[in-house]
């Protein structure tokens, strides 16, 4: 087996293959969007190969024959027609106001009126008029229908969500824009556009209401990201160079940590930066995650009290999932559009689809819940994820009290007064699933029995913990949440010969807001 470069961070799809980069041939969706329709758009999370992909279709449709060799597409596509491409980025930088959104697009237009040979109005005639133009001469230049690439349509908004003014005016600013593409139907052979989020079509796309949306097209599920196919075959001498070096990377491993994401079909895709750096450094961490840490999307779940074990189980409909604009945004649209949920189940019935929301795998269970935690917290734990992991995996409930109970009681009184998130019952359960979340053992909140829900369950190797919350209005323990842990026996269907069971009933006090019952089973 012969080994090639790992296209880290290379979204050029003609260096990758004159330069003999590993490729997973993503060509027959090209072929498939271009015979079955013009106008589309793709929603995926950042680093996901949305700009490789849209780079192979630019090459496509500029018959770039020799790029595709031994690719599905040489012998699907018709290299005797040239199209003219018209390419928007809005990838690199920040944005910060209208104006230099409007000089960016301008600056763009300008490349691409130099590069088709085609003569465009002055800025003064303004960005909708200079685009309209461009297709149309473009087209009339070279003969052919054009085709309108655009990657990261959204960023311009997304960058200030802060600023709901700015990212109105940035709203208004690509709407102007897009608002074009309708008007200039005759002149277009194919439309994509590609970015994070989901923009509802009333406030970004007006009028575009025949743009394809195919982010959860079964069809389409597996456009971006590696399956496990790709691993077996792609990236065999990758895994297998790993065993010769002594450091074989265990696959089930890698299914539990980059795994598991879905869009719209039963096959689970990875995350490619995560699997591209886990074969070059061959070292299990949060890649993708470190990239970017999400602050806006960890101070805007503390701010509206998001209660953190609804992580592990949400419920959506397809219209939700789409609900995201300036104005209104709600926090299944969120975490999944930006990649930290990703759909579990489908549950289809009379009533339409819904969707079962959930992590997709340990390391954005693990990398988000270690952020949560920090925000939700103001001190640092008192051992580390290692010593945590140790702990639960040797079943000692005084070692784990201890810890708990410190942890609550370094918590400054002004912390709670100020932060938002301490004002809510849900609180205490919220740092305590996400400081055991980003340990990285198992996690099952609300575990469903046949007696009914128990509210955590932590598996940490041959020991499982079953844990019920109560929250007290006193300072003294009342014992109703072992009480109940006994009653309703959460634990039977986990009690085994070769398994160690432990119940724990814990309260909190609001008055002291600190741990004030520990007991034990």
């Not at 950042?46 to 630019?58: N, Y």
């Not at 359960?429 to 996400?434: C, D, G, L, N």
Request: hydrophobic share 45%; proline share 4%; net charge negative.
């Amino acid at each position: 087996m012969i080994r090639k470069k790992l296209p880290i961070g290379i979204q050029t799809f003609a260096e990758i293959r004159r330069e003999g980069y590993y490729y997973v041939d993503k060509t027959p969706f090209v072929s498939a969007l271009a015979e079955s329709g013009k106008y589309y758009f793709l929603s995926r999370p950042r680093r996901f190969g949305k700009s490789l992909f849209l780079d192979t279709l630019a090459e496509a449709f500029v018959a770039n024959r020799a790029l595709f060799s031994g690719l599905y597409l040489e012998n699907h596509w018709d290299w005797a027609t040239r199209h003219p491409v018209v390419r928007i980025s809005f990838a690199s930088g920040v944005l910060q106001d209208r104006q230099a959104l409007d000089h960016s697009i301008h600056v763009q237009l300008e490349h691409n009126a130099q590069r088709l040979g085609v003569v465009l109005p002055s800025r003064d005639e303004g960005v909708a008029v200079r685009f309209d133009a461009l297709i149309h001469e473009a087209a009339t230049h070279q003969g052919t229908q054009a085709v309108v690439l655009v990657d990261e349509y959204d960023k311009p908004i997304l960058d200030n969500l802060t600023d709901p003014n700015t990212a109105r005016a940035m709203r208004e600013g690509l709407r102007n824009l897009y608002s074009v593409l309708k008007g200039r139907d005759a002149d277009l052979r194919f439309v994509f556009l590609t970015g994070v989020s989901k923009f509802s079509k009333v406030s970004l796309f007006s009028g575009l209401n025949n743009l394809r949306d195919i982010t959860l097209s079964p069809q389409y599920a597996t456009i971006c990201g590696y399956t496990e196919v790709d691993l077996d075959t792609v990236f065999a001498p990758e895994f297998a160079a790993a065993i010769k070096e002594g450091c074989a990377l265990d696959r089930d491993a890698v299914r539990a940590w980059y795994n598991g994401y879905h869009w719209g079909s039963e096959t689970s895709v990875y995350n490619p930066f995560d699997v591209l750096l886990l074969l070059a450094e061959r070292q299990f961490r949060s890649w993708w995650f470190e990239t970017a840490t999400p602050t806006f999307l960890v101070e805007w779940l503390t701010r509206h009290q998001f209660f953190t074990p609804r992580l592990e189980r949400l419920y959506a409909s397809e219209a939700l999932l789409s609900a995201f604009d300036v104005d209104g945004i709600e926090p299944e649209a969120l975490l999944w559009q930006t990649g930290y949920l990703t759909i579990t189940e489908v549950l289809d019935s009379e009533e339409g689809v819904e969707y079962v929301l959930g992590l997709p795998n340990r390391e954005v269970r693990k990398a988000l819940n270690e952020s949560l935690f920090r925000a939700l917290v103001p001190v640092r734990p008192s051992c580390s994820a290692h010593a945590m992991a140790a702990m639960l995996k040797a079943g000692d409930a005084d070692a784990l009290k201890e810890h708990m109970m410190r942890l609550f009681v370094g918590i400054p009184a002004d912390w709670y007064r100020k932060n938002p998130m301490a004002q809510y019952e849900g609180y205490f359960a919220s740092v305590f699933y996400s400081h055991l979340a980003a340990v990285g053992v198992t996690i099952i909140p609300e575990d469903v029995s046949l007696m009914g829900r128990c509210d955590l369950t932590v598996r940490a190797g041959d020991v499982v913990w079953v844990l019920e919350f109560k929250v007290v209005d006193g300072d003294a323990p009342t014992g109703a949440a072992l009480a109940q842990l006994k009653k309703k026996d959460y634990a039977a269907k986990y009690r085994a010969p070769d398994v160690t069971v432990i119940e724990v009933g814990v309260e909190f006090s609001t008055t002291r807001r600190q741990i004030v019952g520990w007991e034990v089973a």
